[in-house]
């Protein structure tokens, strides 16, 4: 007999006496709408609005959380479907592999048990596509069937989710090089729905493969010569005008180091001609990446929109999946991050001013307390973003509240964003977090640190109200 699949109503929430005041708390902010700003979702779903292909293609090889387990098992990344650099065929091509990938994905669900994809997912599988069972190989073509059959339904295109997950507004994330034509469209059918999120970091990084030609189309798209550095800058402001006039709140930063120190304008200009010519040394690019941060927050201080900064991932850990299958393919590693002195340039010429507003994430917990609390607990323009990446799991997320709270209070937080491509996992990523906030707030009201009135204001906020304050005010 298959198991059922019947997520427990007071999944995440606290045992004890705390938990029917957190079941009170979780009422109150469970059905807010969702601020979905720190996005990643590919804009193609929304800008054509054709429905999702199969169950693999849809849950199973986009999700980096599972492709990544799955893999340190063992798992050939071809056998997942994961699509080669060289274009020859994997095992998502022909009529019969996706459902083999769905296969390998169902006889291998015990491998997620204690994880946040494990809550996601049957969230997912519950309360979005309605399934009853549990995966497994005996499974896995009842579930693939199913799915194929409820995905094909008018009502599950990917704009119709939109308003059936309550998302208010959703951002993409769009690289400085983007022509945003298809939020153009989107404009049109969706007006304020979805917005682009300026991410300069392919722009930034001198010494990336194809840099040179990159700078030669974020000239033509801005209409401005780049062979010279003025004109670099001349064109980034350009096309954060462009991505304003889109729509974009904010712009996104992925550096491995939060360092945000300038160059001098000689230093600057002569890295720039080097770089354009393919002369460029690991340490000139590194200063240019961060004189480019620094850059970007004068930029923001100019334009409004909000800047997002999560360094400390170590970008393609594995060369030889990278050489086979490109980026981002979940081997992306977590190392120590330092944020007191590397922002200190940005934040002694820009904490204090009006409209500036720098949204700090991180995978490194050993800085919550010690750095990212300080920060957040003096300076206007910080606020923490939620926990993300690695983090943004029951555990991390309470951790992340119990180590920043007392410091930097609630409301130098920017709320809940979820952090996912995973389209279908948005309603789950923020019903969990809600869970856990709702949790951590009970506690407090039980050990007489919180009354309730304030815990519901504070739960608000935390879900909804910050998010708002943070990117759209």
């Not at 959703?170 to 304020?192: E, M, V």
Request: aromatic residues 8%; charged residues 25%.
């Amino acid at each position: 007999m298959p198991k059922a699949l019947q997520p427990h109503p007071d999944r995440a929430l606290p045992a004890g006496a705390a938990r029917e005041v957190a079941r009170r708390i979780h009422a109150s902010t469970k059905d807010l709408p969702l601020l979905c700003l720190h996005g990643h979702v590919d804009i193609g779903l929304f800008a054509t609005d054709v429905p999702f292909g199969n169950p693999a293609e849809l849950l199973v090889v986009p999700d980096h959380y599972v492709t990544r387990m799955l893999v340190s098992q063992g798992v050939s990344p071809d056998k997942l479907g994961l699509p080669r650099r060289d274009g020859k065929q994997t095992a998502q091509e022909g009529s019969a592999q996706p459902r083999e990938i769905w296969r390998e994905f169902c006889a291998n669900w015990h491998l997620f048990l204690g994880t946040p994809s494990r809550y996601w997912l049957e969230h997912e599988f519950a309360e979005v596509l309605g399934l009853t069972v549990h995966p497994s190989a005996e499974t896995a073509d009842e579930l693939y069937d199913q799915i194929s059959e409820r995905i094909a339904k008018p009502d599950f295109r990917p704009r119709a989710l939109l308003d059936r997950f309550n998302i208010e507004l959703i951002s993409t994330t769009d690289a400085a090089t983007d022509d945003l034509a298809q939020h153009a469209k989107l404009a049109a059918d969706l007006p304020g729905r979805v917005v682009p999120t300026f991410r300069p970091d392919a722009v930034a990084h001198v010494d990336r493969d194809g840099w040179p030609a990159l700078i030669t189309q974020l000239g033509a798209l801005a209409d401005v010569d780049t062979s010279t550095y003025d004109g670099f800058l001349q064109a980034i402001r350009q096309r954060r005008q462009a991505f304003i006039a889109a729509g974009a709140r904010a712009t996104d930063h992925g550096h491995l180091s939060a360092a945000a120190v300038p160059l001098t304008d000689a230093e600057a200009q002569r890295i720039y001609a080097g770089a354009l010519k393919g002369d460029v040394t690991p340490g000139d690019a590194e200063a240019f990446a961060g004189h480019m941060l620094y850059q970007s927050a004068v930029m923001s201080a100019e334009d409004g929109l909000v800047m997002q900064l999560h360094p400390g991932v170590l970008r393609d850990h594995d060369p030889a999946i990278f050489a086979t299958y490109g980026p981002d393919q979940g081997h992306d590693i977590p190392v120590a991050t330092e944020f007191t002195r590397s922002l200190r340039p940005v934040l002694e010429r820009f904490g204090h001013v009006e409209g500036f507003r720098l949204v700090l994430f991180t995978v490194d917990e050993t800085v919550y307390s010690r750095e990212l609390a300080p920060l957040a607990g003096v300076y206007p323009a910080v606020r923490l973003g939620a926990p993300w990446w690695f983090l943004d799991s029951p555990d991390g997320m309470r951790r992340f509240r119990e180590l920043v709270t007392e410091t930097a209070g609630f409301y130098n937080m920017s709320g809940f964003v979820d952090d996912t491509r995973a389209y279908l996992s948005i309603p789950a990523r923020h019903d969990l977090a809600r869970r856990i906030d709702a949790g951590y707030l009970a506690d407090l009201v039980v050990q007489h640190r919180l009354d309730e009135d304030d815990a519901l204001q504070v739960a608000k906020a935390l879900a909804y109200d910050l998010a708002r304050d943070t990117y759209l005010t």
